[in-house]
């Protein structure tokens, strides 16, 4: 079958650096999607990786690597408005994307 | 520019009623979805459509259908609801199905409760 694990919840506190972990195993691979999803709104698009390494946007990024299914967000300098849900998704060899549970990010002060 | 949007915003439907969630997107796409989203689980696709006319089955079908007459429009229609469809339901959009970046838009969600 097809999975994708994300941590349930973590905390980090403002102005801090937090990375996010995805490990997948999908029936196929054609990109990987980040997004993000404040409660009670609809997710929004963050990044896309389909090569290894790391794509910088500002203060997230996200990383790659194909060979061992696994994939990390990393906010920096956090903001009390980054307190979300970060969804990590995997399009497959259908072109459909399989999405984990979300990890929801709890910031304090 | 409203992008995607999603009527009803929320519903309470008895059981075995027919409900019908619509779903417009104004930016020409030609892929839509339909997803579920229930608390401990990723979104769910219900049904796809590659492009106006077509359509295609996700990983939870059953009890729910779709139609695809034009670019826009993507309604998802429950035939006799049962409280296991007690969810929230997202339409999203993409400039495709394909590879690349096409990344999907979504709408605002559909609370949806069956009693």
């Known amino acids: 079958g097809q999975n994708i694990d994300q941590p349930t919840e973590m905390t980090a506190t403002e102005g801090a650096i937090v990375q996010i972990n995805c490990t997948y195993q999908?029936?196929?691979?054609?990109?990987l999607f980040w997004y993000q999803q404040h409660a009670g709104e609809a997710p929004t698009f963050l990044s896309y990786n389909v090569l290894d390494g790391l794509e910088e946007k500002g203060r997230f990024s996200s990383f790659l690597s194909r060979s061992k299914g696994y994939s990390y967000l990393l906010l920096k300098e956090l903001q009390m408005k980054d307190s979300a849900s970060y969804l990590c998704a995997v399009r497959d060899s259908n072109y459909q994307l399989i999405w984990g549970a979300g990890t929801k990010l709890i910031i304090k002060p | 520019i409203a992008g995607i949007t999603q009527a009803p915003t929320s519903q309470i439907l008895a059981a075995g009623r027919r409900m019908t969630l619509r779903c417009t997107q104004d930016m020409r796409h030609n892929a839509m979805y339909w997803y579920r989203q229930d608390l401990g689980l990723g979104l769910r696709l219900i049904h796809y459509?590659?492009?106006?006319?077509?359509?295609g089955k996700g990983e939870v079908p059953d009890g729910y259908s779709v139609s695809r007459a034009n670019t826009d429009d993507f309604p998802l229609t429950l035939a006799s609801a049962v409280p296991s469809q007690t969810s929230v339901y997202f339409c999203?959009?993409?400039?495709?199905?394909?590879?690349?970046?096409?990344?999907?838009?979504f709408g605002p969600g559909t609370r949806l409760t069956v009693l």
């Open positions: 999203a959009s993409s400039d495709s199905m394909a590879g690349g970046h096409n990344e999907q838009f």
């Open positions: 459509s590659n492009t106006a006319g077509t359509t």
């Open positions: 999908t029936s196929g691979f054609n990109g």
